[in-house]
């Protein structure tokens, strides 16, 4: 005779993908009847109703304007963000693994991530201008720090059980680190991918607006100096939209990778 199932607690079986995705939908619908409320409610044209906010969009895509803001940020933003992840994994995997290396530069990564990025931009406009290297340097210093403390983090993590299973079997000290201890720190791997990707979205638009006003950034200090909200809204709802697609992306990505874990592994 078996006892009733569980109904909380760690055996309960998480919730299904199709859940999920009507919750979310749910939610997205709930937003939007407190945003209509809100535009309804506070004095006209602060705030544009959705219908306005399509209709916005259907005119910044029939000028070409959006099209062509949002090649140029996404082309600032892949830039900046490529440069960080071919340079934070590597950094951040050597610290954790050369620990004399990692205790000697750590406290100045830990210090130049804590200093703001703003404070760097006159510095790189008189060095390399106002063009895209300047904008994606502004990128890549966002997004660079979250992704070597991350897999600093990870590497540092690593499960020295089985590390010695691993020496057990004779494999040497370098399959050891890319077999073992670098798919271990996969997980701190990803969550600096996405602060990486979000923060680097926001130094997308800073670069824009304290460089060559250009781009997303550009169209959004354009809408709101002259109070077109509608406009403004659709920009914000475009760097919202590539937020979420690049973070659920890594998700994806971080969900392919991780299969090889055991159940009952963090």
């Known amino acids: 005779m078996t006892g009733p199932r569980p109904q909380n607690g760690p055996g309960r079986r998480p919730a299904g993908a199709g859940t999920v995705t ?15 409320l809100a535009a309804a409610t506070v004095p006209r044209g602060m705030i544009p109703s959705p219908a306005a906010t399509v209709e916005a969009a259907g005119r910044l895509l029939s000028e070409g304007r959006l099209q062509g803001a949002l090649g140029q940020s996404l082309i600032t933003y892949g830039t900046g963000l490529g440069a960080a992840i071919l340079v934070g994994i590597p950094l951040g995997a050597l610290m954790g693994m050369v620990r004399l290396f990692g205790r000697t530069v750590d406290v100045f990564v830990f210090a130049l991530a804590a200093t703001p990025r703003v404070a760097f931009i006159p510095l790189i406009i008189v060095l390399l201008g106002l063009g895209i290297e ?14 070597i403390l991350n897999t600093y983090a990870g590497v540092l993590a690593r499960d ?27 997980p701190f791997l990803v969550v600096g991918l996405r602060l990486g990707a979000t923060i680097g979205l926001i130094n997308t638009v800073v670069a824009e ?13 354009l809408y709101g100096n002259t109070f077109r909200m509608a406009e403004y809204f659709v920009i914000v709802l475009a760097l919202a939209a590539i937020g979420v697609i690049v973070t659920e992306s890594l998700r994806l990505l971080e969900g392919r990778l991780s299969r090889w874990r055991l159940p009952g592994r963090p």
Do not use: D, N
């Open 22 to 36: 009507l919750l979310r939908l749910g939610f997205v619908l709930c937003l939007i009847l407190l945003w209509a």
């Open 134 to 147: 300047a904008k994606a340097m502004i990128v890549f210093l966002g997004a660079v720090m979250p992704i």
């Open 160 to 186: 020295e059980e089985l590390i010695e299973m691993a020496r057990s079997t004779g494999a040497s000290a370098a399959r050891i680190q890319i077999h073992v201890v670098l798919p271990g720190a996969l």
């Open 209 to 221: 607006l304290y460089t060559a006003v250009s781009g997303l950034g550009g169209l959004l200090a």
